[in-house]
């Protein structure tokens, strides 16, 4: 008997001891259960808001957030780019010289001297034909395929702002109407007037002293400004011109795209239309044959 008391006064403590364990585990795994449930759903998914579940979570190469990363980056790659193409030569990588500066139709600059260098080097090749095709390509390149001559690189004027940055001056080109600085971020155009055509009448000497007083003043105005006053209202001081005859300086990739095609499609025209008129010119120079004497035959038998 004393053996028994002395066992169940031993045991029962222990016993006791083991339930309440047993109980308080239960409780803990009920309650993890319940978060895992509120935060999971309990049916394999996962709560976006709650990324310490997802896999690479903060890794953005591991996750969506790598497109968004490479989107940002290709667009702040971009704006340097076209940042330093507005302040260097498309051809030397130079600095560019905007009192002397040239654009072509798809809104590249090079500074004047270059461009002209590079045309009579290209020209030079193509005559003596003296140079592989790998540099026959380079030559073109310096310019491009949508320069064909002189004709085809506009004279851009700039109005310049004098700035002072620890004792050294520079002039960055600016918006002659907003003041907004063109730093190839800001879309900005420049304006080629449409030439005299002779068919249109006589001119005066008022016409030759306007054309020579646009001809100095600044061409590059910005989008904004060209927005806000109207390409009507900018006829009398920078025209005639229209919407066509505007180039969009160092633009961004897809509207260079645009352009390309839409100077493509201009060029196939101009080329079409050429073909067109030269055939008429032919076909005007070759006499019809009401108009041709009939040679007369002598009757020599007499």
């Known amino acids: 008997i004393c053996y028994s008391m002395l066992l169940s006064a031993f045991c029962l403590p222990i016993a006791q001891i083991v339930h309440r364990e047993e109980n308080s ?6 309650k993890q259960f319940v978060i895992h449930i509120h ?27 790598s497109k ?14 076209q940042q330093q193409a507005m302040t260097t030569c498309a051809i030397t990588g130079g600095e560019l010289d905007y009192k002397n500066v040239v654009v072509c139709p798809f809104g590249r600059l090079y500074n004047r001297e270059a461009a002209v260098e590079a045309l009579l080097r290209r020209k030079t090749k193509t005559k003596n034909n003296a140079t592989d095709r790998g540099n026959e390509d380079a030559l073109v390149e310096e310019l491009g395929w949508q320069v064909r001559g002189l004709k085809d690189l506009y004279p ?23 003041s ?15 030439k005299y055509n002779k068919k249109r009448g006589r001119r005066n000497d008022d016409d030759d002293h306007d054309d020579d007083v646009r001809e100095t003043i600044p061409n590059v105005l910005s989008e904004k400004a060209i927005k806000e006053m109207g390409i009507d209202a900018l006829q ?17 990739a897809i509207t260079l795209s645009e352009i390309k095609d839409k100077f493509k499609a201009k060029w196939e025209s101009e080329k079409t239309s050429k073909k067109k008129r030269k055939k008429e010119a032919k076909n005007s120079e070759k006499p019809e044959d009401d108009d041709v004497p009939k040679r007369l035959r002598l009757d020599t038998s007499s």
Do not use: W
């Not at 585990?25 to 009920?30: D, E, N, P, V």
């Not at 996962?46 to 957030?65: E, L, P």
């Not at 009398?236 to 961004?252: A, C, H, K, T, W």
């Open 25 to 30: 585990i239960k409780q803990r795994t009920t």
């Open 68 to 81: 968004r990363a490479s989107k940002a980056a290709i667009a702040e790659a971009e704006r340097e780019a």
């Open 180 to 194: 907004v600085e063109l730093n190839g971020i800001q879309p900005a155009y420049l304006i080629v007037r449409e």
């Open 236 to 252: 009398e001081e920078y025209g005639p011109f229209q919407q066509n005859d505007m180039i969009r300086l160092v633009p961004s």
């Open 156 to 178: 851009a004027r700039f109005q310049l702002l004098k700035k002072v940055s620890n004792g050294i001056v520079t002039h960055v080109p600016i918006c002659p109407i907003t």
């Open 39 to 65: 935060k999971m759903g309990g049916d394999g998914g996962v709560i976006a808001s709650d990324r310490r579940y997802m896999r690479g979570a903060g890794q953005a190469d591991n996750t969506g957030d």
